[in-house]
T-cell receptor, first 112, second 113 residues
Framework: TQLLEQSPQFLSIQEGENLTVYCNSS?????LQWYRQEPGEGPVLLVT?????EVKKLKRLTFQFGDARKDSSLHITAAQPGDTGLYLC????????????FGAGTTVTVRA | EAQVTQNPRYLITVTGKKLTVTCSQN?????MSWYRQDPGLGLRQIYY???????DKGDVPEGYKVSRKEKRNFPLILESPSPNQTSLYFC????????????FGPGTRLTVL
């Protein structure tokens, strides 16, 4: 059983459409991160959220951390083919514990 | 350039033949980890190290060994590989504990026949 459940598992949309990826858990996290991974490469950090209710924006990407710090979402506005990739959420359950728990990932494909 | 390097990038081997995957980082990070990535399961931590000579088990340590004799290197050892260890392996390093950002290597795709 995954500590973090991501949904959907796969998402295919047309360029210009919006999309949302969800990351849910029954555990409370001290921090939660989102990574993007492209084929043949390692994951690259996009953002870290640490405060319940926090919203961070990175150009067309909006990240939200749930008030109870048990869930998070990633919203992409006007998706572009360059947004294609595997999106992973990762949560740190206890502060100062260097073990991150990762979700299984959401594969996003943006068609031109 | 700040980076985490892994070698080899691809490896095909046979059951029982000992192998080592090397990992090195040039960012002076204290914390390093090994993960395996399998379809539908995401990244699962194998081992991690908080400092030189300090290592600890992650979520799936069975069949693996690690060592941390120097700060920059964190090799992953499979003493007797089995087919269920066929996977994509990532090494990662972390600067500090504040937000635990992981810097990942490019990955090693291992196939055990």
């Amino acid at each position: 059983t995954q500590l973090l459940e991501q949904s959907p598992q796969f998402l295919s949309i047309q360029e210009g459409e919006n999309l949302t990826v969800y990351c849910n858990s029954s555990s409370v996290f001290s921090s939660l991160q989102w990574y993007r991974q492209e084929p043949g490469e390692g994951p690259v950090l996009l953002v870290t959220v640490v405060t319940g209710g926090e919203v961070k924006k990175l150009k067309r990407l909006t990240f939200q951390f749930g008030d109870a710090r048990k869930d998070s979402s990633l919203h992409i506005t006007a998706a572009q083919p360059g947004d294609t990739g595997l999106y992973l959420c990762a949560g740190e359950v206890l502060a100062n514990d260097y073990k991150l728990s990762f979700g299984a990932g959401t594969t996003v494909t943006v068609r031109a | 350039e700040a980076q985490v390097t892994q070698n080899p990038r691809y490896l095909i081997t046979v059951t029982g033949k000992k192998l080592t995957v090397t990992c090195s980082q040039n960012m002076n990070h204290e914390y390093m980890s090994w993960y395996r990535q399998d379809p539908g399961l995401g990244l699962r931590q194998i081992y991690y190290s908080m400092n030189v000579e300090v290592t600890d088990k992650g979520d799936v340590p069975e069949g693996y060994k690690v060592s941390r004799k120097e700060k920059r290197n964190f090799p992953l050892i499979l003493e007797s590989p089995s087919p269920n260890q066929t996977s994509l392996y990532f090494c990662a390093s972390t600067r500090d504990s504040s937000y635990n950002e992981q810097f990942f290597g490019p990955g090693t795709r291992l196939t055990v026949l």
